[in-house]
């Protein structure tokens, strides 16, 4: 049964890795289905480590040599990033949350890397060696199911870069782009930015949520107002229990939530809503929303349940980089770190997307949960699982990614097993 479903496996990523290939040519597409493939198999982002598992009749160091050389192709980043991006989109409703979140990859030992810069490593709270990156996934109100959309790295040292805001704006704007413009933004503290709001309140089009630092001013009554003095002021009827898991313990908050109608200075012909939620620490937390708001508990706890699903990013980026070891990464050429992590959130969505959520692969993924034999069983944020799973039964076959006819001289078996 394990060669069966791990046979059902490579078929799939040679499905995937083909239709995110369109145009690249058959040198580049064997490539991108080699590294999927192998970045799947090994769980790592180390040539030597993806190498290995392609099992091929010549020497690693060649293979190495090989895959090394093909990652420096420039149209590589481009097309799997808009493929991936245009697949994701079709998930997107206008009630999905496209959760947007800035992060690092910590690069604490590396000298020679290209274009190395100064980040803020979130873990540690310090400032360190390595790259921004910039994330969007997308995900549904109480459900744990995610679609990783896109994922750019970037530093401030490369000859390209104009500013963070550009970067970030950039990859919302192929977000909306590919979405037409359905789903709610939803970003934290970081996202309350002057030239954000400029590109994205006069759009009446674009709906978002942006929890505020408390230092924004805001047009109150025809007034400017501290945010914060205001949720502070800010009446809160409605109250409720929520239960957080942080690092593997449970904290319980009681909480009350209310809100304030509000706008922007410049942009006062659309109106805009202040939702105060107080419990979660000291000072209240103050979400700035474009979606009506009403004296209502069911249409307020929706803005509130929808930032705290985005506390489920965290999980998300986690699953990225812990899953597939991207912070192990050793490239040394900003091309090619920008390809491979254009290449890692292909993985990552067939992981979560392909296998994970496909009616038609249900069964496939449940086997390949039970290959991971985890400890503590399936969590609800099953796609560390999937992953471990997947890698499990990719290197228990030990056969390398599906070769085309023209590499075997012979026709594949038939795959009947979960035949799509």
């Known amino acids: 049964?394990?060669?069966?479903?791990?046979?059902?496996?490579?078929?799939?990523?040679?499905r995937f890795s083909g239709e995110l290939c369109t145009g690249l040519g058959k040198v580049a597409s064997r490539f991108v289905e080699e590294m999927i493939f192998g970045i799947s198999a090994s769980g790592s982002v180390v040539l030597t480590r993806i190498a290995r598992s392609l099992e091929e009749g010549i020497s690693l160091h060649d293979t190495h040599k090989r895959?090394?050389?093909?990652l420096g192709n420039r149209a590589i980043r481009g097309r799997i990033s808009k493929e991936v991006l245009e697949q994701g989109a079709e998930r997107i409703g206008e009630e999905t949350l496209l959760i947007v979140d800035l992060s690092d990859l910590i690069k604490k030992y590396a000298r020679r890397m290209e274009h190395l810069g100064e980040v803020r490593d979130g873990s540690e709270n310090k400032i360190g060696n390595g790259y921004w990156l910039c994330e969007v996934v997308g995900a549904e109100v109480g459900c744990s199911?995610?679609?990783?959309?896109?994922?750019?790295?970037?530093?401030?040292?490369a000859d390209d870069f104009v500013s963070e805001n550009d970067e970030i704006l950039d990859v919302v704007r192929e977000v909306l782009e590919a979405t037409k413009k359905r789903g709610i933004l939803v970003l934290d503290r970081g996202g309350d930015r002057r030239l954000f709001y400029q590109r994205w309140v006069p759009d009446q089009s674009i709906d978002f949520i942006i929890r505020q630092r408390g230092d924004r001013h805001v047009l109150y009554r025809g007034r400017a107002r501290n945010t914060l003095e205001l949720a502070r002021a800010c009446s809160t009827p409605y109250q409720t229990i929520v239960i957080r898991e942080k690092d593997g313990k449970e904290k319980v908050y009681s909480i009350g939530f209310g809100f304030l109608p509000v706008r922007l200075a410049g942009h006062s012909d659309r109106p805009l809503w202040l939702v105060v939620v107080k419990g979660f620490g000291q000072e209240p937390m103050m979400l700035l929303t474009t979606r009506p708001m009403r004296r209502n508990r069911r249409v307020l706890w929706q803005i509130v349940e929808a930032y705290?699903?985005?506390?489920?990013?965290?999980d998300t980026i986690r699953f990225i980089k812990n899953s597939y070891e991207f912070e192990d990464v050793r490239l040394l050429t900003?091309?090619?770190?920008?390809?491979?992590?254009?290449?890692v959130l292909a993985a990552a969505y067939f992981t979560a997307v392909r296998i994970g959520t496909q009616a038609k692969l249900k069964i496939l993924a449940l086997l390949v949960l039970k290959a991971a034999k985890r400890v503590f069983g399936i969590p609800d944020f099953r796609y560390y699982a999937l992953a471990d799973g997947i890698q499990t039964i990719l290197r228990r076959i030990g056969k390398g990614p599906v070769r085309r006819h023209h590499e075997t001289g012979r026709h594949p078996p038939q795959l009947i097993l979960f035949e799509t």
């Open 145 to 157: 199911e995610i679609t990783p959309l896109a994922q750019r790295l970037w530093s401030q040292k």
């Open 1 to 14: 049964m394990v060669h069966q479903v791990g046979d059902r496996l490579r078929e799939q990523i040679h």
């Open 334 to 343: 900003y091309n090619r770190l920008q390809n491979m992590a254009s290449l």
């Open 308 to 314: 705290i699903t985005r506390w489920r990013i965290e």
């Open 67 to 70: 895959l090394s050389r093909n």
